[in-house]
């Protein structure tokens, strides 16, 4: 299922397919700080970015990936990214970033609860969202925390840029009705 079009609304906030058109923004937020806790390397040139943007669209294309920016509903003001991943598997996975002027305002909470509801109407079923997050990152815990996130593993992983991340993998389960 093509996901290009695909656009979800929240009270405060849209998350729309990532683009091009996002690519400076992308370039100028997501920092060396934002990814401290994060797998991903800031990048150096923004032809990195674009090309990170373009290698994103055949999952998008097919269905089994859907990143998304996140935008204010209002003003259009570019918020962070977000992402939908692993969708056509049993246990597809949340991750959110948020830029660092916007911390603060629980939009990060906001947009995966947005994906997590999706992600309940888009697939018929899953075992379990996982949802990686390193110890250290308080806010992005609270986040999973919300959802009703358990913890069910632990481990190590070096990032991108040569950090060693402590995570915990929180599984968020579908609600039974």
């Known amino acids: 299922m093509d ?20 690519a400076a923004d992308i370039f100028k937020e997501f920092t060396e700080e934002i990814t401290l806790y994060m797998s991903s390397k800031a ?23 859907f990143p998304v920016v996140v935008l204010d509903k209002e003003t259009g003001e570019y918020l962070g990214g977000a992402g939908a991943h ?10 959110i970033w948020i830029k660092k002027s916007a911390h603060g305002h629980h939009y ?6 947005a994906l997590k509801e999706w992600i309940d109407t888009y697939r ?13 990152n308080i806010s992005s815990q609270k986040i999973a925390q919300s959802l009703g996130g358990i913890i069910e593993d632990a481990y190590q992983k070096e990032s991108k840029s040569g950090r060693v ?5 929180y599984r968020i389960y579908r609600e039974k009705k």
């Open 3 to 22: 996901l290009s079009n695909t656009v979800i609304t929240t009270k405060r906030l849209r998350l729309v397919p990532i683009s091009e058109q996002y």
């Open 43 to 65: 990048p150096e040139k923004i032809e990195e970015t674009v090309e990170w943007i373009r290698s994103r669209v055949p999952s998008i294309k097919n269905g089994t990936d």
């Open 86 to 95: 692993q969708l056509d598997t049993d246990t597809p996975s949340l991750g």
């Open 108 to 113: 990060g909470r906001e947009a995966v609860t």
């Open 124 to 136: 018929n079923d899953y075992s379990y969202i996982s949802y990686p997050v390193d110890k250290r």
């Open 165 to 169: 991340l402590d995570l915990v993998e």
